[in-house]
């Protein structure tokens, strides 16, 4: 493998920017893009290469696609100004973003008429090991796709799970992770302004569960949250509709039941109802505030 690796990081939300900062402290030539400049002009200051996509892209080794869903995802591979056609032949798309696993094989398979690999790669860890590059990655694809991302995935991974030969295993690990994850958020909301009905402080339940049986990572990643009353986005309210809404939809297609994921993604969708969209995903806590009366951290009724 060549010493320096041309790599492309589409999307730079609280990932997406992580993910490209780790591949630049590898050592990769490291170009990223977003529909905002900003954080364009930012990875820039720290070391990323500022040229436009079309210019570079046939000299790409590994792009790797964080945007938030499969829609977006197709659009930069095939859209209007979509890459694949422009990239040269052995390089590797690295999909991250939560989607089902049929439409990771589709994409696999468009990619691979134009000589292009393609590795289902959703990721797992939040923002923070995304800038430390110690996320994990459920990868799933050929082996000619891993040696070709096998760069990106060691800049931006601390585990790399391997999972399937093809696309689509990978896709549907996440989705698994996904229900547990998007559960236990609204659990522990749940949890918590429950524990404030019977005179439990948020600080008291956080210090006390975090150390019970009751905890998981969720809680003690996003309790804390609450308890200071920042709610700025690490993982936002608005992934969840759609993230759980790939877990029912992929459910009732194998006519499975998921009624916890289905009272979890309820809670989520009145959130943005309420406007909490664009704040991180523990903001699903001012919803069970709101309707029990209940004044969180930071707030006033």
């Known amino acids: 493998m060549k010493k320096e690796h041309n790599t492309a990081v589409v999307g730079l939300g609280s990932m997406g920017y992580g993910m490209a900062l780790s591949c630049v402290r590898a050592g990769h030539k490291t170009y990223g893009y977003d529909v905002?400049?900003?954080?364009?002009?930012?990875?820039?200051?720290?070391?990323?290469?500022?040229?436009?996509?079309?210019?570079?892209?046939?000299?790409?080794?590994?792009?790797?696609?964080?945007?938030?869903?499969?829609?977006?995802?197709?659009?930069?591979?095939?859209?209007?100004?979509?890459?694949?056609?422009?990239?040269?032949?052995?390089?590797?798309?690295?999909?991250c973003a939560t989607m089902p696993p049929d439409f990771a094989r589709d994409m696999e398979e468009r990619c691979s008429?134009?000589?292009?690999?393609?590795?289902?790669?959703?990721?797992?860890?939040?923002?923070?090991?995304?800038?430390?590059?110690?996320?994990?990655?459920?990868a799933s694809g050929t082996s000619e796709a891993f040696a070709a991302a096998s760069a990106v995935l060691n800049a931006t991974a601390e585990t790399i799970f391997k999972i399937g030969k093809t696309a689509g295993p990978g896709s549907a690990m996440k989705a698994v992770n996904q229900l547990l994850a998007g559960v236990h958020i609204a659990t522990m909301a749940e949890a918590l302004t429950f524990g404030m009905t019977q005179g439990v402080a948020p600080e008291m339940f956080l210090e006390v569960i975090s150390k019970c049986a009751g905890s998981s990572w969720m809680l003690e990643n996003r309790a804390p949250h609450i308890v200071s009353g920042d709610y700025s986005p690490h993982s936002q309210v608005n992934i969840w509709p759609k993230d759980l809404g790939i877990v029912l939809d992929i459910a009732r297609a194998a006519n499975l039941g998921t009624?916890?994921?289905?009272?979890?993604?309820?809670?989520?969708?009145?959130?943005?109802?309420?406007?909490?969209?664009?704040?991180?995903?523990?903001?699903?806590?001012?919803?069970?505030a709101h309707n029990a009366g209940l004044s969180l951290p930071g707030e006033i009724l």
């Open 113 to 138: 008429m134009f000589g292009v690999f393609y590795l289902d790669a959703p990721i797992s860890g939040g923002s923070i090991k995304a800038a430390a590059g110690q996320l994990s990655i459920m």
């Open 36 to 95: 905002s400049p900003e954080p364009m002009r930012r990875l820039q200051n720290e070391g990323g290469q500022g040229e436009k996509l079309f210019e570079i892209i046939s000299t790409i080794d590994a792009v790797m696609v964080v945007v938030l869903n499969a829609r977006q995802t197709e659009d930069v591979l095939f859209g209007t100004h979509g890459i694949v056609a422009q990239m040269r032949k052995g390089s590797v798309i690295v999909a």
């Open 259 to 288: 009624p916890l994921a289905a009272a979890a993604l309820k809670q989520f969708e009145e959130a943005v109802e309420m406007g909490l969209g664009g704040e991180d995903d523990s903001a699903v806590a001012k919803v069970y």
